[in-house]
Structure formats: C-alpha cells, structure tokens
C-alpha cells in the first residue's frame, strides 16, 4: 500500500527493555521524522533524516537511537524503555517537492510499565 | 529556543460561526507556516499553509500571516461539528524541519 505505516501500532512493554518502532513510507521522500506526542507538549522532535544515512538529533533525543540504510525505512529504537518514554510516537516523511508538507504516519501508541 | 505558542482551548463556536486560531512564533528566520488538523486518536494532517505575509484562503479556511508582528490565523468559515478537532500550528526551522506548536482545541457545537 502506498503512504506511510508504522507498526506496530501499539505496544506495552517494561522499564528496561529495548523497543524498535518501525515507519515505512513508499513515496521515496527524502526526509523522515521521529515526534512524540504528549498532552501539553504538542508534536516534539525525537531524530529526523535527510536522507539515508544522514540522521540528526532533534529536540529531545536521549534514550533514543535511529538508523537510516534504506529510503523507505526510518526505525526508532529505545534503547532501556522508561516511563517517562510512555508516548504517542508519530513518524513523518516529507520533501522539497511537497513544498515541505510533512505526511504523518497512523502513529504508535507505546505504554512502559 | 524557537517557540511556536498557541492558546490551547477549547474554543466554542456555535455551527455556522466563524471560528478564529491563533498562533505566534519566535523565530523571525521562521519563512514558511503550516496548519495541521488532528482529530482525537488520529494522525495530524494538512489543511493550510502560507508563505506570504496576508491571506490565503482555500474554500473555508483562510490563513493569515503577519510576519512583521510574528503572528499566523486560521479561520474557518461555517464552521461544522466535523471541524472539532485539535489545530497544529507549525513554522519552518529552516529548510525541511519544522515546529509545532502544543495545539488548540476546537470544539464546533451543533
């Protein structure tokens, strides 16, 4: 299908583990976000790309780690989950060509217990 | 920091009112600005942007941007109960990223 996915859409996990969440876009767009969501902060920055193999910190980076081989795929990894990382996650693609508008993925609703 | 500020809400308009969204933003280098629409539980989507400084509109929604007083709008015309919504503001950072503000709510009653 074509757009932006994300998977999965929710997850419960515990204090410590490593958790992967996984944005798909297929518009080839050059530049892929990572936000969080929570009441009150609106949309914050986690990582974002340019291209693959180029990342960058964004607003609140720490406790968090991405990577970028392929175009399509931009996953966000948390290394030892906290509870202070319990968030809506939201994965977004733009590009130049879109006048920068940022398409959103479905989101993933994460809860560390 | 760069800021982009919005009166979180909720707003209350009646169906049929003009329903009016305010943001300012802190960054003057600040060149292109976004409205986002996101519906409870639901992804955010684009329903404006504006890079001039005046008004734009597109069917029932206009933007307007004031750059010299760092401000953007967003009105809605005729506003409908499938308008009530959480409106994202957002300003470019320079170049592809952007900044969201905390969101207003918006609650249209019939």
């Known amino acids: 299908d074509a757009g932006i996915t994300q998977s999965p859409r929710y997850k419960i996990t515990e204090t410590g583990r490593q958790v992967t969440l996984m944005c798909h876009q297929t518009w080839s767009h050059s530049y892929m976000f990572w936000y969080r969501q929570d009441l009150g902060h609106g949309l914050r920055l986690i990582y974002y790309s340019a291209a693959a193999d180029i990342t960058d910190k964004g607003e609140v980076p720490d406790g968090y780690v991405v990577s970028r081989s392929k175009t399509e795929n931009f996953p966000l990894t948390l290394e030892s989950a906290t509870r202070s990382q319990t968030s809506v996650y939201f994965c977004?693609?733009?590009?130049?060509?879109?006048?920068?508008?940022?398409?959103f993925g479905p989101g993933t609703r994460l809860t560390v217990t | 920091q760069k800021e982009v500020e919005q009166n979180s809400g909720p707003l209350s308009v009646p169906e049929g009112a003009i329903a009016s969204l305010n943001c300012t933003y802190s960054d003057r280098g600040s060149q292109s600005f976004f409205w986002y629409r996101q519906y409870s539980g639901k992804s955010p989507e684009l329903i404006m942007f504006i890079y001039s400084n005046g008004d734009k509109e597109d069917g029932r929604f206009t933007a307007q941007l004031n750059k010299a007083s760092q401000y953007v709008s967003l009105l809605i015309r005729d506003s409908q109960p499938s308008d009530s919504a959480t409106y994202l503001c957002?300003?470019?950072?320079?170049?592809?990223?952007?900044?969201f503000g905390a969101g207003t709510r918006l609650f249209v009653k019939a």
């Open positions: 957002a300003a470019d950072t320079g170049g592809f990223k952007t900044i």
């Open positions: 977004a693609s733009s590009d130049s060509g879109t006048g920068y508008e940022q398409y």
